[in-house]
């Protein structure tokens, strides 16, 4: 676990109101009307030098829009990114694709990600030969063995197909061809929500190391809060696009203070065969679907075990609580009530 | 493990699947053989390439063209590997059913939930149009859907992931099959619905006494929700045993990896997480002797022969030649 | 198995198992793509260096023997037409002609309905609309019109020919292809690719194209046929290529005009014609099978 005092490294990444939408087509045949689902309403956080940062959330959180948002691969509405002091959202495609040197993603499936018709090598050279285009032959090899000894794989793999390879080896292989070109920052699209249990930890720790090694700044998206304190320095958790709280991992972790971080580390899974997941920690059930109006006050407030009345009419603002941020009217409250326990 | 005093529900006996490829033949399950009872929830788990998939769409007869399967699944007097189509179109759906991964596969993207559910019935329970959509109409209740009426009018698209896999999950329960194969029902889901669905399930067995298999790769899962657990890496079976005795006292030494690699934040198994080093390994490349030698920390010189499935401690079955060391 | 069996596995694994070469193992299995493939393979030969076989030559014409049917002793084989040429050498030169035309006009459609139509798919918006409102109007202008008018201006010369039906065949690879891009935009490895900062050219050729190969070449075999119908037709107007060289479809107007006197000149070069266009279709099912998405097995 990391107690990084991200006080002391320079800001890299900084995210300031971000809004995001949808065009949603209208049902039937004849209403075309152009309407947008909100997906990002408004968020702001800060990544600093080496610094891993999490995010976590359900589905419709707007996790993955936030990700490509902040690498300019989605339209932004509203709101501000900005990369070592230059705003993103200003610049023109071409200006942007040559930042894109310094940021890089992998994804979710491993195995998508990879051109099925291009071997390995290829896929690993690609990213040198855009950005140095004059680099001689010789050097690309090199530097693209060293990659692969790096995440673990032996060269052989370099004229195979990645149909050859499993999950496992395929986010390894995504993860080189993200690296190759050293870049400060690295976006992880949920990278290992599509492998095996068994070997998930495998990625993390491969992660782990080389953000260490390369003192990568790390954006780490997922949906599975077990698995972020061996890599991530700080969590925020996010749901259906507002930032419930975002804390140091290990004040997180020892003291959760919002209703849904604590509904999501109740509901972690156990391998003991007596333990039941805590049901009073979720109330109500899943049952929005996406064509709803948002309630005016908390987002929440239907699935809260301590809603109140104010919830119910007052959206709550993202705040400093005693060196977290946390978005709930009562934070103080439940902070002081596990406080006591 | 012996057959209990009732028959069972499924009785499955050697059952080997085969794939013809153009880089030779596949063998998906080398001989796995269980028995459940009537509303007993068996988990099947395994990581990718262990065959586990394949033994459901064998049992429901949906493998791929280039395969087969052989040996016998008994299911309500009929072995499902060999009656014909006419038969098992009658008994999946009605008597059997499966539910996949991915949700969005299984929904008609066309069709309004109201349709897909009441056209199970009228197929099925040959049920007037009317009293089938009261009945899914139930069944939406069942599942914990807040205002089922409401999404009997809507479409796949505008519903969450997770109400999706309810929805799929009540139209599995229809029919008040007997059987219920559910392959990864969870995994592409959040936490937080994981363990709704998996309380739900737990449910629907007590109310309906419906067998569940359930098919996976993750051990969180399956530990309050199981009551047998059937292990297979590369197609065979590793352990076989009640949910207890696996979690308690793993024989296997790949059960008690994959017991350890479930990731856990108050360090109970140790220090971190604890992934199982290199890769399964891939169907058609599959080492002689026993497959999970290269990646086993106790493994020794007896390893390079098969391990036979023998009668285990525990009282389940386990393959491995640990096993025939003397204590 | 031994030393020998394990090397020989290991070999195999080590090998190159590229998707390409996958197909083709699932191509060569098709029987009936198969046989179709040595078929048309014979064709091409015949029609290339069959005339070598024959004494008799294409173009002079010899009023002693018009209308002879075929005649093993003289060596007509196929016997001669209505002005006494031998018909085995200009049916293969008609055939020779009709591939020409078919070939050529699938591979000037082919390379600019798919640079137009990938360019069109993979950036949208308002290039997309403003592309394909051309391709629309292209399409409603009158092919005849379009090829009588050439005719008018270029004197009928083989070249326009292809020209012309290449330059009617493209919109439809142009469309097909731009529908593909659109669904091949969102798939992981491109998405991955723009996020690496790959240029837009690069990601077309590099990302789109070879993906879309299998479609365009099942479609470019399921279009020789009709191209080569096509040119037929203008022939049988009387608008294709001008004598004394001749095409499938030049001869089998010539030969309906004798078909009750002379039937064998109606006969073969419609069997030619025939045979050649069953060769392509059976190709090209065969290809479009091999080369299935399903080959993530």
Redesign the interface.
């Known amino acids: 676990m990391n107690t990084a005092s991200t006080d002391s490294r320079p800001v890299v990444l900084k995210v300031t109101e971000l809004q995001c939408s949808y065009p949603v087509h209208g049902g039937g045949l004849l209403r075309r009307h152009e309407q947008r689902q909100q997906i990002l309403h408004g968020v702001s956080f800060d990544l600093a030098r080496a610094e891993a940062l999490a995010i976590i959330g359900e589905s419709g959180s707007g996790k993955t829009t936030l990700a490509r948002a902040v690498l300019g691969l989605l339209p932004v509405d509203h709101g501000e990114v900005s990369w070592r002091g230059e705003s993103l959202l200003q610049l023109s495609a071409e200006e942007m694709r040559l930042r894109r040197r310094d940021m890089q993603m992998v994804f979710q499936d491993p195995q998508a990600s990879l051109n099925p018709r291009m071997t390995i090598g290829d896929i690993l050279a690609e990213p040198l030969h855009t950005f140095y285009p004059n680099m001689a032959a010789v050097q690309v090899r090199e530097r693209v063995r060293g990659m692969l000894k790096m995440v673990g794989l032996l060269p052989h793999v370099l004229n195979r197909y990645a149909h050859e390879f499993s999950g496992g080896q395929c986010q390894r292989i995504a993860i080189a061809r993200a690296l190759i070109l050293n870049p400060r920052l690295l976006v992880c699209d949920e990278p290992v929500s599509a492998l095996d249990v068994s070997i998930q930890a495998q990625i993390i720790y491969l992660l782990k190391d080389l953000q260490r090694k390369l003192q990568l700044s790390l954006l780490f998206i997922g949906h599975d809060l077990a698995l972020v304190p061996y890599l991530c320095d700080r969590v925020m958790v996010l749901y259906m696009g507002e930032i419930m709280e975002l804390a140091d991992c290990d004040r997180l972790y020892s003291q959760p203070v919002h209703p849904y971080t604590r509904a999501m580390l109740a509901a972690i899974p156990r391998p003991d065969p007596d333990w039941r997941p805590e049901s009073v920690t979720t109330r109500a059930h899943d049952t929005r679907s996406s064509s709803e109006e948002r309630p005016p006050g908390c987002i929440f407030s239907d699935r809260c075990p301590h809603v109140q009345q104010r919830c119910l009419e007052e959206r709550p603002r993202l705040r400093q609580v005693r060196r977290r941020q946390v978005s709930c009217h009562f934070a103080e409250a439940l902070m002081a009530d596990s406080d006591s326990n | 493990m012996t057959a209990a005093m009732t028959p069972s529900l499924l009785q499955v006996s050697d059952l080997k699947v085969r794939f013809c490829?153009?880089?030779g033949e596949l063998q998906a399950l080398r001989s796995v053989s269980f028995d459940m009872q009537p509303g007993e929830v068996l988990a099947v788990v395994g990581?990718?390439?262990s065959g586990k998939t394949q033994l459901a769409l064998a049992l429901m007869g949906l493998l791929?063209e280039n395969g087969s399967a052989s040996g016998t699944a008994m299911f309500q007097g009929h072995d499902l590997l060999s009656c014909g189509q006419a038969r098992l179109n009658r008994l999946r759906g009605s008597e059997m059913a499966m539910i996949f991964q991915d949700p969005e596969s299984t929904l008609n993207p066309y069709l309004n939930i109201g349709r897909q559910m009441s056209e199970v019935l009228e197929q099925h329970r040959r049920m007037p149009h009317a009293q089938a959509l009261q009945v899914a109409e139930e069944m939406l209740h069942q599942v914990?859907?807040?205002?089922p009426r409401e999404?009997m009018q809507?479409?796949p698209?505008?519903?969450?992931?997770?109400?999706q896999q309810r929805i799929v999950i009540a139209m599995g329960l229809l029919c008040q099959p007997a059987l219920l194969i559910a392959d990864e029902p969870t995994t592409?889901?959040?936490?937080?619905?994981?363990?709704?669905i998996?309380?739900l399930m737990l449910d629907l067995r007590e109310r309906y006494q419906t067998a569940i298999m359930l098919i996976t790769?993750?051990?969180?899962?399956v530990?309050?929700l199981?009551d047998r657990v059937l292990v297979l890496y590369a197609g065979q079976t590793m352990e076989y045993a009640a949910?207890?005795d696996l979690?308690r006292q793993p024989e296997h030494p790949y059960s008690r990896?994959?017991?350890r690699?479930?990731?856990?934040?108050d360090s109970q198994h140790g220090a971190?997480?604890?992934?199982?080093?290199g890769?399964?390994p891939?169907p058609l490349?599959i080492p002689s002797g026993c497959p999970f030698r290269d990646r086993c920390e106790f493994a020794f010189t007896d390893c390079t022969a098969t391990p036979l499935l023998r009668p285990a401690r525990h009282g389940g079955q386990i393959a491995c030649h640990l096993e025939t060391l003397p204590e | 198995m031994g030393r020998l069996g394990d090397w020989r596995q290991r070999r195999q694994h080590n090998r190159r198992r590229s998707l390409w070469r996958d197909a083709l193992g699932r191509l060569l299995r098709n029987r009936a793509a198969l046989l179709a493939s040595v078929l048309l393979l014979l064709i091409l030969l015949l029609v290339t260096a069959g005339p070598l076989l024959s004494p008799w030559d294409a173009e002079i014409p010899d009023w002693d023997k018009a209308s002879m049917p075929p005649d093993l002793s003289s060596r007509h084989w196929f016997g001669t037409d209505a002005i006494g040429r031998d018909l085995f050498v200009r049916v293969l030169e008609g055939g020779r002609v009709s591939l020409l035309v078919a070939l050529l006009a699938t591979l000037v459609s082919l390379v600019i309905g798919v640079s137009y139509g990938a360019v069109a798919g993979y950036f949208g918006g308002r290039l997309d609309a403003m592309m394909m409102r051309l391709v629309d109007i292209l399409y409603a202008m009158p092919f005849l019109f379009f090829v009588i008018l050439l005719m008018v201006i270029f004197q009928r010369n083989i070249l326009l020919i292809f020209i012309a039906i290449g330059a009617i065949n493209w919109l439809d690879m142009a469309r097909i292809v731009r529908g593909q891009t659109m669904s091949l935009r969102h798939r992981g490895f491109v998405q991955a690719a723009e996020a690496i900062g790959v240029q837009p050219g690069f990601i077309i050729s590099r990302h789109i194209v070879p993906n879309l190969l299998g479609v365009v070449v099942v479609y470019a075999t399921l279009t020789i046929p009709q191209i080569m119908l096509m040119e037929s037709f203008l022939s049988f107007l009387g608008l294709g290529v001008q004598e004394p060289a001749t095409s499938l479809g030049a001869l089998v107007s010539d030969g309906a005009q004798e078909m009750q006197t002379a039937p064998w000149t109606l006969l073969f070069p419609a069997s030619l014609l025939a045979l050649t266009l069953f060769c392509f279709n059976f190709i090209g099912d065969g290809l479009r099978d091999a080369l299935d998405p399903r080959e993530h097995l």
């Open positions: 490829t153009a880089d990581e990718s390439g791929a914990r859907i807040g205002n999404c809507q479409y698209h505008e519903l969450s992931g997770g109400m592409a889901l959040d936490v937080t619905v994981q363990a709704d998996n309380r790769h993750d051990l969180g899962v530990a309050g199981a949910v207890r979690y990896a994959l017991v690699a479930v990731p856990q934040l971190g997480l604890q992934p199982i080093p890769n399964p891939n490349q």
